[in-house]
């Protein structure tokens, strides 16, 4: 009897124990009472009714993402390709979700899907490769609308990777080679072209410094010949007036000596023979000096 009031217990506290019920943060329990929807539990401490209540469904309220695989489409212009696509969304209405469809994830993949073949049906296919971003928004705006009722907010979509058919991708990476090659042929043809024009002008500017240079040496050569020709005129002015002042010292110093007028005469005579230094053939002997008897030798020399 002990032993069947002890296993007694133990299921009413293992019963009382199932009851009491912690929702973790960022979830939500859906809770049934006999198959029909009682309500709705958050985050914290909950007891539900043993035998009655049940939770249907624990409800994950963080923002998930969902890589679906890739996608046929066709393009306006009967391109076909492929598309996989990353659709972020966040589960606002946990009843609705519950009950609003019965796999919600496979309802949004396949509703992704004729959502990108209607975008994409409408566009060409160099617009579909480069409008990825209207693409994205029309995607995300068309989903967000269609999934309202499932209790899910889509908030936004990604266009993960496109796949053009081979043979557009030769043409296409033919495209970007040709491409680069035309782009670094301009860039050769700027750079050659700068560079001549730098060439052009250091040759402008070595000619006009060179030029400069010829003009201000000229200007010192000029300002030093003529520096020169100044001082030579200045050496030959002040050598005449050095012998002009010596012809006036001697002058002084023979009238101070008391010569008279002979001696002055012979100096006379001695300038003369130094005028001819043996080469004049003529010379002119003033009146007055004819005269004197006594000067004849010295006439005789200057006449040799």
Request: proline share 4%; charged share 25%.
């Amino acid at each position: 009897m002990v032993y069947v009031i002890i296993v007694a217990l133990v299921i009413i506290v293992a019963v009382l124990m199932s009851c009491i019920v912690i929702v973790p943060q960022a979830h939500a329990y859906i809770v049934e009472r006999l198959g029909a929807y009682q309500g709705t539990w958050s985050v914290g401490l909950h007891i539900k009714m043993p035998f009655f209540d049940k939770i249907a469904k624990k409800v994950n309220l963080k923002e998930q993402v969902v890589d679906f695989p890739p996608q046929p489409v066709i393009t306006k212009d009967n391109v076909t390709m492929r598309i996989d696509t990353i659709v972020f969304f966040q589960i606002t209405d946990p009843r609705a979700y519950a009950y609003g469809v019965e796999n919600p994830l496979m309802a949004i993949e396949n509703l992704t899907a004729t959502t990108l073949r209607n975008i994409i049906g409408e566009m060409e296919l160099d617009q579909t490769l480069t409008s990825r971003e209207i693409i994205n928004t029309k995607m995300s705006t068309t989903l967000d609308i269609a999934t309202d009722p499932w209790g899910i907010k889509v908030n936004r979509v990604e266009l993960k990777n496109i796949i053009p058919p081979a043979a557009i991708q030769d043409a296409m990476e033919k495209q970007m080679k040709a491409e680069r090659e035309r782009r670094e042929a301009i860039l050769r043809a700027e750079g050659e072209k700068k560079s001549t024009i730098l060439v052009a002008e250091g040759k402008k500017e070595s000619a006009i410094l060179e030029a400069e240079a010829e003009k201000q040496s000229a200007i010192l050569r000029a300002e030093a010949q003529k520096e020169k020709t100044i001082r030579e005129a200045e050496g030959e002015a002040e050598a005449i007036l050095k012998v002009q002042q010596a012809s006036a010292d001697g002058i002084r110093m023979l009238k101070e000596a008391g010569a008279d007028q002979a001696v002055l005469q012979i100096k006379s005579l001695e300038a003369f023979e130094k005028a001819a230094d043996g080469q004049a053939t003529k010379i002119i002997i003033p009146s007055d000096l004819q005269g004197l008897a006594g000067l004849a030798t010295s006439i005789k020399e200057v006449l040799k």
